[in-house]
């Protein structure tokens, strides 16, 4: 009946007519449906994920959401009027989800207005847009009460993260006590003395830290490492003394939790003697982790030829681009997806790694946290060096074995003190002294003469060298003031084994916490804007967010990076460089060794030296006949080698050039062709159907 009432004389109106009602219909149905749309991206960067709706379901208050855009900089750059738009969807999203309880409100602080005044008060970052000086503002507060959160200006380039920035600034509003993380470390986390600098500054993992948590640098651990703490965070432990070994034992035993970070070659100790700040070269925690049966390997590092990172290696004018196996930067194929510290997280930069070994009777459970691919092998520290590195010396020597090798791992289960008779007890003075004079005949210490890549270059640092911040006397009585007695700390009974199952999270490697292995930092106006390239920070973040029990966030901090590698592209990198390098190697060997002939040809060619001074050796006809025959053979041999080895280059990049060009072709030509091909068969099909109606 449709079909003979379409092709009637006047069925196109009845068609009309039914489409204007459809569509009535659908508008007046979807009224209440806004923001309708499909996430396609990897990270579903455009959609609310669920730690955002855990978030925003825990708030109990009602929150005011204060918008401060400046219409000046929205309308004159076009790029922050773009991005003005996507702020103000994902803010009313959240608020849509709160069920009344979030409010949005936007203002445009005008120069010199009342509204102004508030966007200053209330923490926002003014930015001059001409040489007029009058301020745009583009940020947003959170009011919860009497707490106010801040972000100051919102940034593109961190619309990646920008429902993350949203939720933290929720959270922290929400929850403004925040769990204390005890820090010990001979790193200069909480800052250092730099000639670029011209003063003290720390670390941007300490930043990060900042934004979530309580931090506390701890000077001595006998004192401060406690039960105020929430956990306890280790990064580059060295030179602990056996009482402050002991009283972070003690706390594990008593149910503590901690992040350990230990490095068997920290490349930035050899940086740190420009700036006259020594530290320590090597870390281990082995001395409490062996009893569980979990170490890490004295004095080896990981390379890895699947996950290893491109520089230039080489010296002066010989340089080339070969993978640093040290440098590994770790995909989702090394890292466990099934944990909550590493669920989602895509990628982690680490530097001269050790390697976690876990003993056949280990007391404890140990789940790989981040491991190596089977292309991967074990070296000695010293093949690193002192005065630079030898990259293609790795290549030369790299023979890799067939199994993953563990990088970071959590550690639970039941575990024994490494105390168990109780406290270390106090050495005899006179055994002691000679002790320490023993020792301080061990320390040496590399100075360097000349550094032309301290990224890359190490020193041995003995203990009494490495800086420890000075502590400084209580005040005295004043006389005639009766003396006040503090109280005494009531000292925690030993324990010779763990009263709650152990929760240690252990990363082997502790460069991968500086800027350069995961962020980019930018000034803008004053304010440090990061960018992460990698999920190093987040990786810290998340183990001791999880370790303190606070878990909102960890789904949200690892939704993406700033950076979108091919994976598929690194891979056949990765294999064609395998391929083809030794056979490179052999071509730039035999082509030294030919250049090296011919000049030595034409040494004895042109007349050369004989054993006294001003002597020459007379040759012959055919002598000399001989000499040029054997030349012309080597520099045509030398012609064909460098034409083999420009091949050889060439075909290092043939299998990367091949897939590019298969995504350019999938990319651009493959969408346009199978939407015409689809055209055509519904072309067909319609044009059969047609004709069989005709004939029917």
């Known amino acids: 009946m449709i079909r003979k009432l379409f092709h009637s004389d006047r069925g196109w109106i009845v068609g009309i007519a039914i489409a204007i009602a459809l569509f009535v219909v659908l508008n007046t149905g979807l009224t209440g449906v806004t923001g309708l749309r499909v996430d396609l991206t990897e990270d579903r960067l455009f959609t609310v994920s669920q730690g955002t709706r855990n978030i925003v379901n825990g708030v109990k208050e009602p929150i005011e959401f204060e918008l401060y855009f400046s219409q000046t900089l929205l309308k004159q750059v076009a790029l922050y009027g773009n991005y003005a738009d996507r702020v103000r969807d994902v803010v009313n999203e959240i608020a849509a989800i709160s069920d009344d309880k979030f409010t949005v409100t936007e203002f445009d602080p005008e120069p010199f207005s009342e509204t102004e005044d508030d966007a200053v008060k209330a923490g926002l970052k003014g930015v001059p847009l001409d040489a007029s000086g009058e301020k745009v503002y583009f940020g947003l507060a959170a009011r919860i009460g009497e707490t106010t959160a801040v972000l100051p200006f919102f940034q593109p380039e961190r619309e990646a993260f920008l429902e993350y920035d949203l939720s933290k600034l929720l959270y922290t509003a929400a929850n403004p006590k925040k769990p204390v993380v005890g820090v010990i470390s001979t790193l200069p986390l909480f800052g250092e003395f730099s000639p670029r600098s011209q003063g003290k500054k720390q670390w941007p993992i300490i930043d990060m830290l900042e934004e979530t948590f309580e931090v506390r640098s701890i000077i001595d651990a006998t004192e401060e490492v406690n039960d105020e703490l929430d956990v306890l965070f280790l990064a580059h432990p060295a030179n602990l003394t056996e009482d402050e070994l002991y009283a972070i034992d003690q706390y594990l035993m008593a149910g503590g939790k901690a992040l350990i970070m230990t490095d068997p070659h920290n490349e930035m100790a050899r940086a740190s003697l420009v700036a006259g700040r020594p530290m320590a070269l090597t870390s281990n925690f082995n001395k409490l982790t062996a009893q569980w049966g979990v170490t890490v390997a004295d004095k080896k590092v990981l390379g890895d030829m699947k996950t290893a990172r491109m520089v230039n290696a080489g010296k002066g004018g010989d ?227 999880n370790l303190s029990g606070s878990s909102d966030l960890i789904s949200l901090r690892s939704r993406g990076t700033a950076q979108r590698p091919f994976t598929l592209v690194e891979a056949l990198r990765a294999d064609a460089d395998q391929r083809y390098r030794k056979k490179e190697q052999d071509l730039v060997k035999r082509l030294a060794e030919a250049e090296k002939r011919i000049a030595e040809l034409q040494g004895k060619s042109d007349g050369p030296a004989g054993d006294k001074p001003g002597s020459e050796v007379k040759l012959s006809e055919d002598q000399r006949k001989s000499l040029d025959g054997e030349m012309q053979t080597l520099q045509t041999d030398l012609l064909a080698i460098r034409k083999e080895l420009r091949t050889v280059q060439l075909d290092l990049r043939k299998d990367i050039e091949r897939l590019n060009g298969w995504l350019r072709f999938i990319n651009i030509g493959l969408m346009p062709i199978a939407v015409g091909v689809l055209a055509i068969i519904l072309g067909i099909v319609r044009a059969r159907r047609r004709n069989a109606a005709l004939a029917a």
């Open 319 to 545: 340089t080339q681009a070969a993978p640093y196996l040290l440098w590994m930067s770790m995909r989702q194929d090394n890292i466990n997806d099934s944990d909550a510290v590493t669920r989602g997280v895509t990628a982690i930069n680490v530097a001269s790694a050790g390697m976690i070994e876990v003993a056949e009777n280990a007391s404890v459970t140990v789940e790989p946290l981040l491991q190596t691919t089977k292309v991967s092998q074990v070296f000695d520290t010293d093949m690193i060096g002192i005065a630079e590195t030898n990259i293609l010396g790795f290549l030369d020597k790299f023979q890799p074995g067939d199994t993953k090798l563990m990088v970071a791992a959590r550690i639970s289960g039941d575990a024994v003190s490494a105390y168990p008779d109780g406290p270390p007890k106090k050495p005899e003075p006179k055994k002691a002294e000679a002790e320490g004079k023993d020792a301080a005949k061990k320390d040496t210490m590399v100075k360097a003469e000349s550094i032309k890549d301290s990224s890359l270059e190490t020193a041995t640092l003995p203990d009494s060298e490495v800086a420890k911040p000075e502590t400084v006397a209580p005040p005295t009585d004043k006389p005639g003031e009766a003396k006040t007695e503090e109280p005494k700390k009531k000292k925690r009974p030993h324990l010779a084994k763990s009263q709650k199952p152990l929760n240690v999270v252990l990363i082997a490697d502790t460069d991968m916490l500086h800027e350069r292995f995961w962020i980019r930092i930018q000034d803008f106006f004053g304010q440090r804007v990061m960018s992460p390239f990698s999920n190093n920070g987040d990786l810290v973040v998340n183990a001791l967010d």
